[in-house]
């Protein structure tokens, strides 16, 4: 491999390595202001991203669990995508790329792609719903802005791990025939 290349994969990994940091702590953030709003809601103000559902919570406990989940768990699964895109990187060997892990890890990146762009679909949908019951929606509706551009990235990337496997079985049965 080239130092050019060499340059730029190492490039992108301290980039995916800045986004997983950067993504960690947001989950962090919103999982910390999940409790407080539960515990100490007016200390909430003071808190990360300021995400006060208080008056969701106060109308109905339900539809702030709800969106609340909804928060937790597409952070959460941003964080995780790029910890396996992480994992992938440092156990990928460049001279020889196509090997069963590197196709599965391709597959799980795809997987989880395409479930946080789902599930910012849902809810998205649910954020609709609730504010046409009367909820104010408005700070909210930021955590699940990029659905569709998910979804459609899951699909790309769930054909590549497809031809990535296909790479794999082909490399592999050459393999046996030398």
Do not use: C
């Amino acid at each position: 491999m080239s130092k050019t290349n060499n340059f730029v994969f190492w490039g992108l990994y301290i980039v995916a390595w800045l986004i997983f940091v950067g993504l960690s702590i947001e989950a962090g953030g919103l999982i910390v202001n999940f409790f407080f709003s539960l515990y100490k809601p007016e200390f909430v103000q003071n808190l990360y991203e300021k995400l006060d559902l208080s008056e969701i919570y106060n109308s109905s406990r339900s539809a702030f669990f709800g969106i609340y989940s909804f928060i937790l768990t597409i952070s959460i699964l941003k964080a995780f995508l790029f910890y396996i895109v992480i994992r992938l990187m440092q156990k990928m060997d460049l001279s020889k790329p196509f090997s069963t892990f590197v196709a599965t890890q391709i597959k799980l990146i795809s997987y989880y792609t395409l479930s946080i762009g789902l599930l910012s679909s849902i809810a998205s949908q649910f954020a609709r719903y609730l504010m046409h019951h009367g909820f104010v929606t408005d700070n909210i509706n930021r955590f699940w802005t990029d659905g569709q551009a998910f979804i459609l990235m899951g699909a790309v990337i769930y054909i590549i791990a497809t031809i990535f496997k296909k790479g794999v079985d082909i490399q592999d049965e050459n393999d046996l025939t030398v």
